[in-house]
Nanobody, 121 residues
C-alpha cells in the first residue's frame, strides 16, 4: 500500500515536500525496489518526474531537474520529494510507486490515492 501526503496550494516560486509511506505484505523488502514519483495533469497520462535507484542514485525528468530532490528512508519505508521553485506547470496529482530499476515503468501497477499539488501564478 502506498499513501502519499504533503500536497497543497502554493504560489509560484514556493516549495512543498511530498511524502509517501509504503507498507507491504509480509516479506516485502522496501529497500529492494527502485521508487519513483509520478504526476498526472488533467486527463493526461502519468509522467515520471523523479526516480531513485536502489543505490540511492536519483534520476530526474528534464522538467524538474535542479528544482526537485527525491530521497528515501529504507528503515521507515518512506519516499520524499522536496519541490522548490514551483511553477503552475508543476500542478497535478502526484503519486509514488515502485518502478523497474533504470526505467519509468511501474513494477506492479500499484498506485496510491495521490496527493494534489496546485501552484498558483
Amino acid at each position: 500500500q502506498l499513501v502519499e501526503s504533503g500536497g497543497g496550494t502554493v504560489q509560484a516560486g514556493g516549495s512543498l515536500k511530498l511524502s509517501c509511506v509504503v507498507s507491504g505484505y509480509s516479506g516485502y523488502t522496501y529497500s529492494s525496489y527502485c521508487m519513483a514519483w509520478f504526476r498526472r495533469v488533467g486527463g493526461k497520462q502519468r509522467e515520471g518526474v523523479a526516480r531513485i535507484e536502489k543505490d540511492g542514485r536519483p534520476v530526474y525528468s528534464d522538467s524538474v531537474k535542479g528544482r526537485f530532490i527525491i530521497s528515501r528512508d529504507n528503515t521507515m519505508k518512506t519516499l520524499s520529494l522536496q519541490m522548490t521553485s514551483l511553477t503552475p506547470e508543476d500542478s497535478g496529482m502526484y503519486y509514488c510507486t515502485e518502478v523497474l530499476c533504470t526505467s519509468w515503468y511501474s513494477a506492479f501497477n500499484n498506485w496510491g490515492q495521490g496527493t494534489l499539488v496546485t501552484v498558483s501564478s
